[in-house]
């Protein structure tokens, strides 16, 4: 006998909006507290270099591995990879005695979408 259970399968391109456009109306309170927290984590140099050394990593993900010569000590470059984790951004898996890491889609289209039009004059 199985005690096998399925799970369902979660749609990566459906994009869950943290708020609104700019530009559609003003952020409630919530929003706003939500966006700058995704914003605020990326608002570090080493914190944009991890993300980015995982988002343009081949496969989409990255091992702490390959992504931690960014100028600054172990315990520190997995300070700023938890930041980056709290904020929504990365998510990660733990293989082995390693741990890969790898952007949320989601959020970015849902970052993006929250700063469409704002570029409009």
Same mark, same amino acid.
């Given at each position: ?8 399968? @979660? ?9 609104? =456009?700019?530009?559609? &109306?003003? @952020? ?5 507290? &939500? ?11 080493? &914190?944009? &270099? ?24 172990? =315990?520190?470059? /997995?300070?700023? @990879?938890k930041k980056l ?5 990365? /998510?990660?898996e733990r293989r ?26």
């Amino acid at each position: 006998m199985s005690n096998v259970e399925l799970l369902p399968v @979660l749609d990566s391109s459906v994009v869950v909006p943290c708020c609104p =456009p700019l530009t559609e &109306r003003p @952020l409630d309170a919530e929003e706003a507290e &939500r966006a700058a927290k995704m914003f605020k984590a990326l608002g570090d140099p080493v &914190r944009l &270099r991890l993300f980015s050394a995982v988002a343009s990593h081949e496969g989409g993900e990255a091992c702490v591995c390959d992504i931690s010569d960014v100028g600054v000590s172990q =315990p520190t470059v /997995s300070h700023h @990879l938890k930041k980056l984790k709290e904020a929504g951004l990365l /998510s990660s898996e733990r293989r082995g005695t390693w741990v890969y890491y790898r952007v949320e889609p989601s959020v970015v289209a849902a970052m993006g979408k929250l700063l469409a039009g704002a570029t409009t004059a």
